[in-house]
């Protein structure tokens, strides 16, 4: 059975100050590994798609990176409009059906 | 582009009432169909998926089922709800693996 965990579950950050989020995960075989940003009461908003180890990519001020075990994402100065609950997910599934196990993710607080 | 929409936007039921969800994506064919609920403090779970009209599978044994009537149209739905029911329920679509959610609806069971 798929098992990701995303650690902090909180995090407080002053604006500007950079850190990073990591997400741990457990599959028979990835397919790939999905990084979402959800703001309060809405549907999470895709951001990127890893697929292999060493793999990386960057957003404004996100960057993700891909392990065997863990993903990171780096925010590099962040601002307080990324405040948000960043969800990782991992999709081991085969065929067409691209089923994804999701952590519970960590809740980003950039306060100005 | 592709849309997906979400109805109703926020829902309070009584225990022991019907529910029914529903999920439309523009823009796209055939896409892969995806129920997932969000409860407070948990992960999103996946309840249902289906990868073409009339198939279903489900993923959590529990009082909801789902049907695709259309290509594009996914329904979640019930005929007793219960307390643990409550919570956010999302949709989503895939497009080369990477899933798109739709704005959710909030459900709460009182």
């Known amino acids: 059975e798929d098992q990701v965990t995303q650690s902090p579950e909180a995090l407080r950050l002053q604006e500007g100050e950079s850190s990073s989020l990591n997400c741990s995960y457990t599959v028979s075989g990835l397919r790939g590994l999905f990084w979402y940003r959800q703001d309060p009461g809405k549907g999470p908003e895709f951001l990127f798609t890893?697929?292999?180890a060493g793999e990386e990519k960057e957003k404004e001020r996100l960057k993700a990176t891909l392990t065997k075990k863990e993903s990171f994402l780096h925010i590099t100065a962040p601002k307080p409009e990324d405040s948000a609950t960043y969800l990782c997910?991992?999709?081991?599934?085969?065929?067409?059906?691209?089923?994804?196990?999701f952590g519970k993710g960590t809740l980003l607080t950039v306060n100005p | 582009s592709q849309t997906i929409h979400q109805w109703p936007a926020t829902l309070v039921q009584p225990v022991g009432s019907p529910l029914s969800l529903e999920c439309t994506v523009e823009?796209?064919?055939?896409?892969?169909l995806y129920w997932y609920r969000q409860a407070a403090g948990r992960g999103l779970q996946l309840l249902f998926y289906?990868?073409?009209?009339?198939?279903i599978s489900s993923e959590v044994p529990q009082n909801l089922s789902a049907s695709r009537p259309q290509d594009r149209q996914f329904i979640l739905s019930s005929k007793k709800l219960l307390l643990s029911d409550s919570g956010f329920y999302l949709c989503a679509w895939t497009r080369r693996g990477e899933q798109y959610f739709g704005p959710g609806t909030r459900l709460t069971v009182t």
């Open positions: 997910a991992v999709d081991s599934s085969g065929g067409s059906n691209y089923k994804l196990t």
């Open positions: 823009g796209t064919s055939n896409p892969n």
């Open positions: 289906s990868v073409g009209i009339g198939q």
């Open positions: 890893l697929y292999s």
